[in-house]
């Protein structure tokens, strides 16, 4: 049986604005993403590659990886842009006062 419980990530003061940040949560490696007002998480590993997302470059809602340049679409985790192929995990992500909070099962 699978429980999803939310995870205290870090402070909402801690996120960059229209950028990309690594974090590891529950033993995961999470890339969070602020677009506008909004927070998005997927796995920070490329699909493709094996390249840290965190360290590619964020356009809108997509991610760029470093290693070969295929893209995700941060909201869903789907590929965009070839070589990728296989989706990302994505999470969901709440922000309550000054935290954000990331449903791991």
Same mark, same amino acid.
């Given at each position: 049986? *699978?429980? #999803?419980?939310?995870?205290?990530? @870090? *402070?909402?003061?801690? @996120? $960059? #604005?229209?950028?990309? @940040? %690594?974090? !590891? !949560?529950?033993?995961?490696? +999470?890339?969070?993403y602020t677009v506008g007002d909004a927070v998005y998480a997927t796995d920070n590993i490329c699909t493709?590659? &094996?390249? =840290?997302?965190?360290?590619?470059? @964020?356009? %809108? /809602?997509? +991610?760029?990886?470093?290693? /070969? &340049?295929?893209?995700?679409? !941060? =909201?869903?985790? =789907? $590929? #965009?842009?070839?070589?990728? #192929?296989?989706?990302?995990?994505?999470? $969901?992500?709440? !922000?309550?006062?000054? =935290?954000?909070?990331? &449903? +791991?099962?």
């Amino acid at each position: 049986m *699978s429980t #999803t419980a939310w995870v205290d990530v @870090l *402070s909402a003061d801690d @996120l $960059p #604005t229209d950028d990309v @940040l %690594g974090v !590891v !949560v529950a033993g995961r490696d +999470i890339a969070l993403y602020t677009v506008g007002d909004a927070v998005y998480a997927t796995d920070n590993i490329c699909t493709h590659g &094996q390249a =840290r997302l965190c360290d590619g470059f @964020l356009d %809108g /809602h997509e +991610i760029e990886c470093p290693l /070969h &340049q295929g893209k995700f679409d !941060v =909201r869903d985790g =789907r $590929p #965009t842009c070839a070589p990728v #192929t296989a989706a990302l995990r994505s999470y $969901p992500v709440k !922000v309550d006062g000054q =935290r954000v909070y990331l &449903q +791991i099962d």
